[in-house]
T-cell receptor, first 117, second 110 residues
Framework: EPEVTQTPSHQVTQMGQEVILRCVPISNHLYFYWYRQILGQKVEFLVSFYNNEISEKSEIFDDQFSVERPDGSNFTLKIRSTKLEDSAMYFC???????????????FGPGTRLTVL | RKEVEQDPGPFNVPEGATVAFNCTYSNSASQSFFWYRQDCRKEPKLLMS???SGNEDGRFTAQLNRASQYISLLIRDSKLSDSATYLC???????????FGSGTQLTVLP
């Protein structure tokens, strides 16, 4: 069964450093998302991406964040200068439907645990 | 603010029991709703989608009440392996991103 994969599973970084989190969505999916979950809190939407551009982003997704699809398979989230409060689990998700379809079932990757020291 | 609200629990039930969770939402424009289960420190896994009034899959039944703006999840004959956190979500916004509740923790006891 196809699945979303993410690397690394755990990233430890110093405050102020740049990190890149990588995702490989399900191969026939066209809609990609990043979510984060701070320990003990809700899963929160960060950004959605379709047709090589951001389609929507939340207020969390400020100028320190960027996303990219550098090739036909990878989807990356970059945090330019990490802060302590960026420590969280980051989930990538993908779906093959979007606005106009009845359902938009999203499938999540296993996540990258980011620890900022 | 558009939110999804869930009873956090915890729900502790004996094996074989029937348990129900409710979830209320405030964004009435949403077309579809979802139940995900999340094990500790793992990703959310899609359990059920709900587009019309309800959906059933084996021991699991989800119902949608648009008039009262809530969805429910019923688990019959609960198993030890059902122990997890259950997340209610709705798709919102132009990109149909998911807005989740805080989750309801279920522990099924032997």
């Amino acid at each position: 069964e196809p699945e979303v994969t993410q690397t690394p599973s755990h990233q430890v970084t110093q405050m102020g450093q740049e990190v890149i989190l990588r995702c490989v969505p399900i191969s026939n999916h066209l809609y990609f998302y990043w979510y984060r979950q701070i320990l003990g809190q809700k899963v929160e939407f960060l950004v959605s991406f379709y047709n090589n551009e951001i389609s929507e982003k939340s207020e969390i997704f400020d100028d320190q964040f960027s996303v990219e699809r550098p090739d036909g398979s990878n989807f990356t989230l970059k945090i330019r200068s990490t802060k302590l409060e960026d420590s969280a689990m980051y989930f990538c998700a993908s779906s093959d439907r979007a606005s106009g379809w009845v359902g938009n079932e999203q499938f999540f990757g296993p996540g990258t645990r980011l620890t900022v020291l | 603010r558009k939110e999804v609200e869930q009873d956090p629990g915890p729900f502790n039930v004996p094996e074989g029991a029937t348990v129900a969770f409710n979830c209320t939402y405030s964004n009435s424009a949403s077309q579809s709703f979802f139940w995900y289960r999340q094990d500790c420190r793992k990703e959310p896994k899609l359990l059920m989608s709900v587009y019309s009034s309800g959906n059933e899959d084996g021991r699991f039944t989800a119902q949608l009440n648009r008039a009262s703006q809530y969805i429910s999840l019923l688990i019959r004959d609960s198993k030890l392996s059902d122990s997890a956190t259950y997340l209610c979500g709705q798709d919102t916004g132009s990109a149909r991103q998911l807005t989740f509740g805080s989750g309801t923790q279920l522990t099924v006891l032997p």
